[in-house]
């Protein structure tokens, strides 16, 4: 069989696991779950999608082969495919922890494992949720009672919806920039329930977002958005945030470990699920793969 899995050149045809831009680009054709499809055409413009739901199988040239969720973000996915007796599992994008807005991962075992490793190094340990949220919300009262703005960093599909999500929940009311805003919309579409939130209008200024907590994507930190609602306090959403410099790279005030992807405990925790007997890592530091071979296992980083 021939299927390119998240290619980096455009394809004939291709499995896209996500829409997040270092893994969904221009395909003639792809294979994705729905939530996926219409978020990739959202981004990158229409495409000859072909979607399957969750579990269910389907043929490729003679392999039969099933999509799992990845717990990533809305949509995100695994690709399942027996070939020939043996069953190989390409993980995308995944996390173990159960999301406010994606589907929760489901794991299979399988005899070759191609998993992502970005968070694979020992110091990538994130708090429990329960203590991100408690975090968050210290941050936000906090600088409310310093008669400031919170500004949130957070990429606009899935750490955005994610954060709106967390913080719907608890009450607070969200202005978020129109990235966000848009793909939210799409969320709903898909059953993703979210409290007060509200497209951010910057020429309102700091009365516009009294009350307000802002969520921006991170490539707008230094716009001009920033200068137009007021003194504010930024603070970037980031696995990342489990490094020392992390405000310090980001030019933000705070960094808060609220992350889509799987911590380093999360990874091993899978590769202990999936028992397989070859184990490829991707997307992350080759470390990972050195570490399973000390624990006994088959594996190989391949970039």
């Known amino acids: 069989m021939a299927l390119w899995l998240d290619a980096t050149r455009s394809r004939d045809r291709c499995f896209v696991s996500h829409a997040h831009s270092d893994h969904a680009i221009r395909h003639r054709r792809i294979i994705a779950s729905s939530p996926t499809a219409r978020l990739y055409e959202h981004r990158l413009g229409r495409t000859l999608a072909e979607t399957h739901a969750f579990h269910a199988p389907f043929e490729v040239d003679g392999a039969l082969c099933r999509l799992l969720p990845a717990g990533h973000i809305l949509g995100s996915s695994q690709i399942l495919i027996e070939h020939k007796g043996r069953r190989i599992v390409y993980t995308g994008d995944c996390r173990m922890r159960e999301g406010l807005t994606a589907e929760?991962?489901?794991?299979?075992?399988?005899?070759?494992?191609?998993?992502?490793?970005?968070?694979?190094?020992?110091?990538?340990?994130?708090?429990?949720?329960a203590e991100v949220a408690r975090r968050l919300c210290r941050l936000i009262e906090g600088t409310w009672d310093e008669?400031?703005?919170?500004?949130?960093?957070?990429?606009?599909?899935?750490k955005g919806q994610e954060a709106m999500k967390l913080l719907g929940d608890r009450g607070y009311s969200c202005a978020v920039a129109e990235p966000i805003f848009r793909i939210a919309r799409i969320y709903e579409e898909y059953g993703v329930r979210f409290?007060?939130?509200?497209?951010?209008?910057?020429?309102l200024g700091a009365e516009g977002v009294r009350g307000h907590v802002v969520i921006l994507p991170p490539h707008?930190?230094?716009?001009?958005?920033?200068?137009?609602?007021?003194?504010?306090?930024?603070?970037?959403?980031?696995?990342?945030?489990?490094?020392?410099?992390?405000?310090?790279r980001y030019r933000v005030d705070e960094a808060i470990p609220l992350s889509d992807h799987a911590d380093f405990q999360e990874l091993l925790a899978l590769v202990r699920q999936a028992a397989p007997k070859r184990v490829y890592t991707v997307h992350g530091f080759p470390e990972f793969a050195k570490h399973l071979r000390f624990l006994g296992y088959d594996a190989d980083h391949l970039g």
């Not at 008669?147 to 899935?158: E, N, S």
Request: aromatic share 10%.
């Open 195 to 203: 409290g007060r939130y509200e497209l951010l209008d910057p020429t």
């Open 220 to 248: 707008l930190r230094r716009s001009q958005i920033l200068e137009d609602i007021g003194p504010c306090r930024t603070a970037m959403l980031t696995g990342w945030a489990m490094d020392r410099n992390c405000r310090f």
């Open 147 to 158: 008669g400031l703005t919170p500004v949130l960093l957070a990429y606009a599909l899935g």
């Open 104 to 129: 929760p991962i489901s794991v299979e075992p399988c005899d070759v494992l191609v998993m992502e490793c970005t968070f694979g190094r020992p110091h990538y340990v994130f708090p429990e949720p």
